[in-house]
């Protein structure tokens, strides 16, 4: 823009000011006044693009490389909103076509490998860019996102460590930086690092939302918010402070704050990138689906678009919309944040690892086991298993209605010790004094959870425990077992609805087939254990439970020998009181007890079609129909 009209000059001092709506409506008329102008153009292009409105940014590149065909600028920020838009065989083409100079367009390049599930390949041409341009802390920070999704979690420290030191605001890096050092094993110490250059810093409120980041990963969130409280008592209007403490406040179920929080977002930043799906998010909380769906659907897929569609998913399927619901599923689930090969290696990884637990798990390794006597002077714990979804949080909610009743929440217990015996095939060989030990670790590590447990029984609730079956009887021979079975196929399609983290055995979910898969391989293995091992267990079947409580929670009471209260029937006051609730289905038990899950799988029985022939034994065996 060589000669600025005023107009188109007081477009470019608001974009400065950060007012980018102000400036985008300056620019229109600037345009509308000079038709044509290549600067103005090309401007008003930038400024949609800086929106994240990418579909009213594209014309408007695509018109300035009309008039100025040899120019590169407007070919490559065409080719950054093509790949924005998911258009990526045509970003790569115009790339092709784009003789630009610079790095700009292997850097646009790698974003499009990254794009495609490719984070080697995206980690490879970042290299090549950090290492001709060291001062590059941008492609620095890709090069760690790559690292970490490709499965190098210390590798992606070091680079996000060196993007952010040569530019600390980044908080989408910031972020990443948190995760990767959780993934390498390193939160404590992290956590440990933000904490000093916070005390030597107590007027910078970014790195407190990194220390929230952090105790909410290493599953402390009420110090996440505390964090978060500091943070914005430093600045109130602190973008990211306001964001992350929005989410917090949803995950607990506090939807006058949540939409306080909405509200401060709005009054600070309304351009803000994640307002919209926070404020999609919110609609929903409040029934609005009409509106929330709307939100949702407007909101740029740039940001989170795992998120984005997860919620698109779920006001779709409430509204009765299978099909719309179940697109939303599947895009989703392939936004997990690692290589397509790297989680399916994974997932794969976790079956084989059942497998051999199949195989070793026999009625002559059980006659193996070393004698050994169990301490009277220990309590015994009662464990609450049963195949992610099939109701284990309504339960254990339910049961913290009990006062003699302590129920730990997906606590490392059992993990802390596995891993001190250094093999499972070491199960049989345990003698009485490495048993002894190995229950003073979990009761020490239970303590760090529940310090005031007293005389009440502590309630282990860990799904995923069916695999764990042979160390939990070689333990606590007498332990009692809660197992919360639901129809096989709402099961595995609910599974397949929810967003997890990334790891383990949770990564078999992104697939109807793989969740059915290893619903297969772990009732195969329950099964197998149950009929070579004296477990005392106890059947709660989830449609009973959402239809009629009461006799079911009696007859668990019984079973466990507590005293009957109709407090434990009062599944809201329980959930409200009890704050955070790390599941994903913290949401759901603060409503009245509801109907509408089961048999929900017959809406979407055309999708499940490749599932039901591995699901259909089961049905038949628990006794549901298909």
Partial sequence: MSSVPDLGQQAIDHARRGDFARALSLAKKALAQRTGDFGLTLFVGLLHSRRMELDKAAPHFRAAMKIAPGDPIPKLELARVLIGLNQLGDAETLLAE????????????????????????????????????????????????????AGDPKGAVEALTTSLRMRRDQQRFREKWAEAEIAAGQGEQGLQLCKAYAAEH???????????????????????????????SIDPAHAPGLVAMAKLYERQNRIDEFADTVAKLEAADPDLVELPLLQARLAFRRGDLPKALELARSSPEVSDPGSRAQLVGQISDRMGDAETAFEAFVEMNADVGIAPDAAAARADAYRKLLAKRVKLATRRWVRSWKRASYRTDQPQPVFLVGFPRSGTTLLDTLLMGHPDICVTEEKPMLDAVARSIGGYERIADLDEAELDTLRNLYFAQAAEYVPDLGNRILVDKQPFAMVEAPLIHRLFP?????????????????????????????????????????YDQMFRFWGQCRSIMPMIVQRIRYERLVEDAEPEMRALAAFMGLEWTDAILDNRSTAQERGFINTPSYAQVTEPLYDRSIGRWEKYREQMKPALPMLAPWVQRFGYEL
């Fill in 98 to 149: 784009t003789n630009a100079p610079g790095l700009e367009p292997k850097r646009l390049s790698a974003l499009i490998a990254v794009r495609r599930g490719q984070p080697q390949q995206g980690e490879q041409v970042y290299r090549e860019i950090v290492t001709e341009d060291p001062r590059d802390f941008e492609s620095w920070g890709n090069l760690g996102v790559c690292m970490l999704a």
């Fill in 202 to 232: 107590p007027r910078d409120p970014l790195c407190r939302v990194t220390i929230a980041r952090l105790n909410d990963l290493l599953g402390r969130p009420e110090e996440a918010l505390e964090s978060l409280k500091e943070a914005l």
């Fill in 478 to 518: 007498a332990a009692k077992f809660l197992f919360v079975l639901r129809h096989p196929c709402d099961v595995v399609l609910s599974c397949f609805m929810t967003r997890f983290e990334p790891n383990g055995g949770l990564l078999n979910f992104t697939t109807l087939e793989g969740t059915a898969n290893l």
